[in-house]
């Protein structure tokens, strides 16, 4: 597509629930990424993937969560037993760069806002 | 947490006036970038800086990568309402730029 996709565009979840959140990155780019925005805030790491390899994932608040992206395209980032913390904007980012190359191509998507009741 | 300190915090401005934010770090970046957000929708590159001193500009913005590396401003002149939103400055801690931290924003409102 023309842009990043993120679905669903809002998501609420009851304490304890799993839920998934989808990113279809722009064609053919190689680079993805996973931050997580709390309210007022900047977006923060979460996880880097290089195709299908999952190169960074030292941003990732708890072992709760889990990123995947099997293919090398459309990536899921899971978080299990949702606690009232992890409610924030999670925003998918893409690249065709590989890394070690000036930081320009980023295009993030428009997130998908997460509340935990 | 955050490692880039970004203010002020908020503005309130009236439309044709000059803006101007910073953002510093106790640490030294190689690159330094600023983004806008809108209500909604994700971040969007405005400008990019790759060396110490460089000034750049896009439009109605300028931008300048401080020459200790540990700072940057960004200049818009003459706002119009739509310059409206929150403006992030970001860089990588490392060079391949997997890890790329961001400012806590100045949220700008520019009234009509």
């Known amino acids: 597509g023309a842009g990043v996709s993120q679905s669903p565009r809002y998501k609420v979840a009851k304490r304890g629930q799993d839920v998934a959140l989808r990113c279809d990155p722009i064609s053919g780019h190689v680079s993805l990424f996973w931050y997580q925005q709390a309210l007022g805030q900047g977006p923060e790491f979460l996880t880097y993937?290089?195709?299908?390899?999952?190169?960074?994932k030292s941003g990732l608040p708890s072992d709760r969560f889990f990123a995947e992206r099997p293919e090398g395209s459309v990536s899921t980032l899971k978080i299990q037993r949702t606690q009232q913390e992890d409610s924030a904007v999670y925003l998918c980012?893409?690249?065709?760069?590989?890394?070690?190359?000036?930081?320009?191509?980023?295009?993030f998507g428009s997130g998908t806002r997460l509340t935990v009741v | 947490g955050q490692q880039l300190n970004q203010s002020p915090q908020s503005m309130f401005i009236q439309e044709g006036e000059d803006v101007s934010m910073n953002c510093t770090s106790s640490?030294?970046?190689?690159?330094w970038l600023w983004y806008k957000q809108d209500p909604g929708e994700g971040p969007v590159l405005l400008i990019a800086?790759?060396?110490?001193?460089e000034l750049t500009s896009n439009g109605r913005l300028t931008a300048q990568f401080g020459i200790t590396r540990k700072d940057s401003f960004l200049n818009i002149s003459a706002s119009i309402p739509s310059d409206v939103g929150i403006y992030f400055c970001?860089?990588?801690?490392?060079?391949?730029?997997?890890?790329?931290?961001f400012g806590a924003g100045t949220r700008l409102t520019v009234k009509p």
């Open positions: 993937f290089q195709n299908e390899a999952q190169l960074d």
């Open positions: 800086l790759y060396k110490a001193g």
């Open positions: 640490s030294i970046f190689n690159t």
């Open positions: 970001a860089g990588p801690l490392t060079y391949n730029n997997n890890d790329m931290r």
């Open positions: 980012a893409s690249s065709l760069e590989t890394g070690g190359e000036p930081a320009y191509g980023y295009t």
